[in-house]
């Protein structure tokens, strides 16, 4: 009977070991692309990070919409957005000139509350938003202000 025990519980460590592969640390989690959130991202990143003094190295591919969206308005309000490699050279160069930045956007509650992470440097600032109106005027309300944790 412990040696049925023991197999059994060495099956289930060993499946949920698999099924718990190397999952994306960073991304957009959500089918949301939305202007108002990168807008949002923006603007607390100009109140806190200078553009023309900050270089961002990113952390990983922004591979959806959302993300190259707001790659391109950082771009556009002056910060050097150095594109994601995984060759450790392409790392190294940049390692020195600039601060890793990567973004998570995930939904709580699905297709109702979000949540946006960015990490720029050793600086985590997070808010969430909820999903307000109809189908033809929805929009995004903060909950609550942004947190930052240094």
């Known amino acids: 009977m412990t040696k049925m025990i023991m197999l059994c519980a060495a099956v289930s460590f060993l499946s949920l070991a698999v099924g718990c592969g190397?999952?994306?640390k960073y991304g957009n989690f959500t089918k949301m692309d939305s202007q108002s959130l990168v807008n949002d991202a923006?603007?607390?990143?100009?109140?806190?990070?200078?553009?023309?003094?900050?270089?961002l190295n990113m952390l990983h591919e922004p591979a959806d919409?959302?993300?190259?969206?707001l790659v391109r308005v950082l771009r556009t309000h002056g910060y050097a957005v150095a594109e994601y490699s995984d060759a450790p050279s392409e790392k190294d160069k940049y390692a020195e000139s600039g601060v890793g930045f990567a973004f998570i956007l995930d939904?709580?509650?699905?297709?109702?509350?979000?949540?946006?992470t960015l990490f720029i440097g050793n600086d985590i600032m997070s808010r969430s938003y909820a999903l307000r109106g109809t189908e033809e005027s929805r929009i995004f309300v903060g909950l609550g202000q942004w947190s930052r944790r240094r």
């Not at 923006?42 to 270089?55: D, E, F, I, S, W």
């Not at 919409?65 to 969206?69: K, P, Q």
């Open 22 to 24: 190397p999952q994306p």
């Open 42 to 55: 923006v603007a607390m990143m100009l109140a806190t990070y200078p553009p023309a003094q900050t270089r």
């Open 65 to 69: 919409t959302w993300g190259a969206r």
């Open 107 to 116: 939904e709580y509650r699905p297709q109702r509350e979000y949540n946006r």
